[in-house]
């Protein structure tokens, strides 16, 4: 398993990380062979967002006494009462449901506190106001370590930045072409695909490079579109994308630390964590996005890595997308700039061959990148 460092925080996450959906229906020695395989494959990380409280006591029992292998981002404001699940942005109920959470899950404390769901600005306004200043304060008991927030909609998500340590976002390649909006099922509606769509929409592009710069790690949710973009008669982008790609896809996007999937089975979990020893040809999302009909990234890149190999051994991918997280500033962040002077190779060593040009199935300038990033970053 591989590890990414979540934002700024301390913490190394499992790239294939577990969301809870996986656990639904399970009885406690079914949840207990899920958690012990998902310890096994080095999977670290759990999203425990779940209608069931019944799930969470199950997963509370089974990492009983090995807490300390687990990272647990728990969801705030995801509220049970009178046998349903809601979402709430009321104190009192907040509280409640906080304190019952660490409860039953068998800790005295959350690594990510995860503010539930919020799709719109007004919305993000009236978390602020009920229910942030007790997260914050949760935080300095130490019962949450890191304020997180889930999204679907990039505008909202940006309004929170200033405010959290980490981002649940739903990442995938069809989601990423739709323009924010308050309404989730636009991300899926037919009418949302019927023009041709061109390219990443802007706002979700600006939100993982605000992340990136601001040392905001993103924890992705919906890689799969719910499932649909594994099968073509379903996906709106009508072409099959396997597990792989998908996972590929969320993790090679800026900010992205760790994907939670969610296994239903040992072997389904067995398999998502193989994603790590697969060939890179199973990883390649290239030629399925070049499929898609209607929908084109022409000109963008999509750090699919396709241009590799270089002579001079850049990482074409990777200098394109620092540099690309530099432009967008008046001046270059911090954490970009280290990220880029930490690199093997760098931009300045580029020997202006153009065969990445010519690999590029997306039609980028790649050897014209190498130019403006070795003059912006100097090197
Ligand atoms: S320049 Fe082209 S081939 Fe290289 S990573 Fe970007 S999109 Fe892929
Ligand atoms: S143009 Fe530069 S970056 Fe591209 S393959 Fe040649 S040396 Fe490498």
């Not at 992705?220 to 792989?244: N, R």
């Amino acid at each position: 398993m591989k590890y990414r460092k979540l934002g700024r925080t301390d913490l190394e996450v499992s790239e294939i990380a577990m969301g809870c959906e996986g656990f639904d229906g399970k009885s406690q020695t079914e949840v207990d062979e899920l958690i012990d395989a998902m310890h096994t494959a080095g999977m670290n990380f759990i999203d425990l967002y779940t209608p069931d409280p019944a799930i969470l006591k199950a997963i509370g029992s089974a990492i009983h006494g090995r807490r300390d292998a687990f990272i647990l981002q728990s969801h705030i404001c995801s509220v049970y009462k009178d046998g349903q699940y809601k979402r709430s942005r009321e104190t009192e109920e907040v509280k409640e449901a906080f304190f019952q959470r660490l409860e039953q899950m068998q800790t005295d404390h959350f690594e990510i506190g995860m503010i539930h769901y919020v799709d719109s600005l007004k919305d993000w306004q009236l978390v602020k106001q009920n229910v942030l200043p007790m997260v914050k304060e949760w935080k300095k008991q130490g019962l949450i370590r890191y304020i997180g927030l889930s999204s679907h909609n990039p505008e909202a998500a940006l309004a929170a930045l200033d405010e959290i340590d980490v981002l649940m976002f739903s990442i995938n390649p069809c989601y990423d072409l739709q323009p924010g909006s308050e309404d989730i099922e636009k991300l899926w509606a037919d009418e949302s695909y019927e023009k041709p769509l061109l390219n990443m929409d802007p706002s979700r592009k600006k939100l993982y490079e605000e992340c990136a710069a601001r040392g905001i790690g993103i924890d992705v949710m919906k890689a799969f579109g719910g499932g649909d973009l594994l099968h073509a008669d379903l996906s709106e982008a009508k072409v099959q994308l396997t597990p792989y790609e998908c996972i590929s896809y969320a993790l090679s996007r800026p900010a992205v630390a760790a994907v939670m999937t969610g296994s239903r089975s040992i072997d389904e979990l067995r398999q998502n964590a193989a994603y790590e020893e697969a060939p890179q040809s199973q990883k390649d999302y290239t030629a399925s996005l070049m499929a898609m009909p209607k929908i084109s990234w022409r000109g963008h890149c999509m750090y699919c890595g396709h241009c590799a190999p270089c002579p001079a051994g850049i990482n074409v991918a990777d200098v394109t997308k620092l540099l690309n997280l530099a432009q967008v500033h008046a001046s270059i962040p911090e954490t970009v700039n280290e990220h880029y002077m930490a690199l093997d190779h760098h931009a300045s060593e580029c020997i202006q061959c153009r065969a990445c040009d010519g690999r590029c199935p997306f039609h980028v300038e790649a050897s014209m990148n190498m130019k403006k990033a070795a003059a912006l970053f100097g090197k």
